[in-house]
Nanobody
Framework: QVQLVESGGGLVQAGGSLRLSCAAS????????MAWCRQAPGKEREFVAAINWSGGSKYYGDSVKGRFTISRDKAKNTVYLQMNSLKPEDTAVYYCAADTIYYGGSTGYDYWGQGTQVTVSS
């Protein structure tokens, strides 16, 4: 069993930065691939970024490539999403997810966090 708790969301102006954190519980955290997805009001959930169990492979959605960076700290059981050059269209609830399989999708993960709101003002 893995429990995920996101933090770090908030209100930021366009062009600014935020770093989201996802704290995981469970001794098997290090064996899971991790991902971030987001969902804006009235839109489908969208894949943002994924990282494999070792941290050696990362994958990004087209809309965030070059601006967002995913990383993980196994010692802290935490995954991060560094978001730079934020745009109003990045406004959404951001969810952390975990799965035994490393892939770039927006559904089907074994575990989900409760989400954290990110709002980017123009």
């Amino acid at each position: 069993q893995v429990q995920l708790v996101e933090s770090g969301g908030g209100l930021v102006q366009a062009g600014g930065s935020l770093r989201l954190s996802c704290a995981a519980s469970g001794r098997t955290f290090s064996t899971y691939a991790m991902a971030w997805c987001r969902q804006a009001p009235g839109k489908e959930r969208e894949f943002v970024a994924a990282i494999n169990w070792s941290g050696g492979s990362k994958y990004y959605g087209d809309s965030v490539k070059g601006r967002f960076t995913i990383s993980r700290d196994k010692a802290k059981n935490t995954v991060y999403l560094q978001m730079n050059s934020l745009k109003p269209e990045d406004t959404a609830v951001y969810y952390c997810a975990a799965d035994t399989i490393y892939y770039g999708g927006s559904t089907g993960y074994d575990y989900w966090g409760q989400g954290t709101q990110v709002t980017v003002s123009s």
